[in-house]
C-alpha cells in the first residue's frame, strides 16, 4: 500500500535587509511601511498559505564600528507590526520572533495571549536566545549566557509563559448583567513560579485567548537547539536546502520525540527557502544568477570576505584577487552581531580553502563569495519548482517550506500566481483555509485538547 500523499505547509518571510535581499532593484520598496507588511501579508494570505513571519534583531549589527549598511534602520518593532497586521487579514497565522534572553516571561506571555485574542487564534512566538555580549549591551543586564545556560533559561521561560497562559481556564468570565456577577472564579489567573531563573508569583491579566497559547517555533540547529524543540515547540526552522541534508536533519529531530511522549506528527520541520521563478527553467536559471551579482555586490563581497579575515579589507578591489594576508584570530570581532562568524571556527582554513577555489576557478573576490554563499533553494519554471517541492516533502526532507522572496514585498506574488495552483491541482496544498486558528492551518490539536484531566474537570 503506498503511502498518502502530506500535505504541504507554507509560510512566508518578510526578511530584513542582507544578503538574500534586493534592496537596489526597481521593483524593490520599503521595508519600513506599513504597505509593505500589508502587501505581504494579503499576498501570503490570498495563497493561504499558514503564517507570515517576522524575524527580529534586537540591535543594530556594526563592521568596523559603523553601523552595517544592509541592516534595516528603522524597522518597526514586532508585535506593532503584527498586530496591525491582524486588522488586514483574517486567517493568515502571525509569527514573532521575541528573545527569551533580554525579556521576562509575565510580559512576552501578555503580549502572545493579546495578539492572539486581536487575531482571533493565529499567534506564533518564535523562541530565540542571544548568543552575544554585543546585543546584551543594548539592555541594563548587559552581558550574555553561555549556551547551556541560555537553553536553561529558554526552556523555563517557555515553561512559566505557559504557566501563565494556563493560569486561565476560559471558562471564568461569566458577565451575568443581572446579578452583577463578572468572574465566576475568584483566583482567576493566579500563578505561582519558583525556579532558577524566574521567581514570581501574581495575576495574569489576559483571559485565555482563542488558542490556549501561541504556536511555538524554534530556530536553534544545535543538540540543545534541537533538544528543546523536541521537548515543546510545534515546528522547527532549519537551514538545511538539499534533500540529502534535509532528510537526516528531520529524522533525527523527529526520533527525539519519542522520548517527550511526543508522536512525530507534533513538531514540523519548516527550511527557510528562496527561489527564483521563469518561464523556463533555462530562463530562470539565468535569473537567478543575475540576481545573486545583484544580492553581492563589491561593497558587500569585501563586507562578507571581512567576516572571515576579521580586519578591514576595504581597500581590496572586490573584482580582484583574495588577500594573500591571513585572518586576524582573537576574541574582538570586526563584525558586531552577526551570527555568520560563529560558521568559521577555523578562519585560516577557510581562508586556504577560498584561496584555491579562487585560483582554481580564476575567481574574484565578488565571484568567490556569490560562489560559496547562499544559493537560491528553488530555481525553475513554476512546474519545475512546485514538483521539487513536493518531492522533498514526500521524501521527508521536510513537512514544508518558509519563503524568503528576494524582493520586498511583491517578490512573493509570482509564486503565489504561478506555484501554488500547481501544488492546488497536486492535490498536496490547500485551496481554502478549513479553519480559522493557526493551529488549525498547522494540524495541531488546541492545547486543551492534551490537559491532563485534573484540569480539563476543574
Known sequence: MSKPLKQIHLAAHFPGV????VWSDPAAGSHIEFSSFAHFARTAERAKFDFLFLAEGLRLREQGGTIYDLDVVGRPDTFTVLAALAAVTERLGLTG?????????????????????????????????????????????????????RYSRAKEFLATAHELF????????????????????AKAGAFVHLGQHFDIHGRFNVPRS????????????????????ASGADAIFSRYSTLKEGQAFYTDVKSRLAKYGRRPDQLLILPAATFVLGDTDQEAAELAREVRRQQVSGATAIKHLEFVWNRDLSAYD?????????????????SRGRAQVRMYRD??????????????????????????????????????????????????????????????????????????????????FRTEYEGTTLRDHLGLAHPDADAPAERAAS
Open 18 to 21: 542582507n544578503n538574500t535581499t
Open 97 to 149: 520572533t521575541i528573545n527569551s534572553t533580554f525579556n521576562e516571561p509575565y510580559e512576552v506571555a501578555r503580549q502572545f495571549a493579546s495578539l492572539d485574542h486581536l487575531s482571533d487564534g493565529r499567534s506564533a512566538w518564535n523562541v530565540v536566545t542571544s548568543w552575544d555580549a554585543f546585543t546584551g549591551e543594548n539592555f541594563r543586564r548587559g552581558g550574555f549566557l553561555p549556551q547551556d545556560e
Open 347 to 428: 578562519p585560516v582554513a577557510i581562508a586556504r580553502e577560498w584561496r584555491q577555489l579562487a585560483e582554481a576557478n580564476k575567481w574574484s573576490i565578488r565571484d568567490l563569495v556569490i560562489n560559496t554563499g547562499n544559493r537560491q533553494s528553488f530555481v525553475g519554471s513554476p512546474a519545475t519548482v512546485a514538483q521539487t517541492i513536493n518531492d522533498f516533502v514526500q521524501a521527508d526532507a521536510s513537512d514544508g517550506f518558509i519563503l524568503v522572496p528576494h524582493i520586498t514585498p511583491g517578490g512573493l506574488d509570482a509564486f503565489a500566481d504561478q506555484v501554488v495552483p500547481l501544488l492546488q491541482e497536486q492535490g498536496v
Open 210 to 229: 482563542p488558542q490556549g497559547r501561541p504556536v511555538i517555533f524554534q530556530a536553534g540547529d544545535s543538540e540543545e537547539g534541537r533538544e528543546f524543540a
Open 318 to 334: 572586490p573584482e580582484g584577487p583574495l588577500p594573500d594576508v591571513d585572518p586576524v584570530v582573537a576574541e574582538e570581532h570586526i
Open 166 to 185: 494556563d493560569s486561565w481556564r476560559g471558562d471564568e468570565i461569566l458577565a451575568d448583567q443581572a446579578t452583577g456577577t463578572f468572574l465566576r472564579d
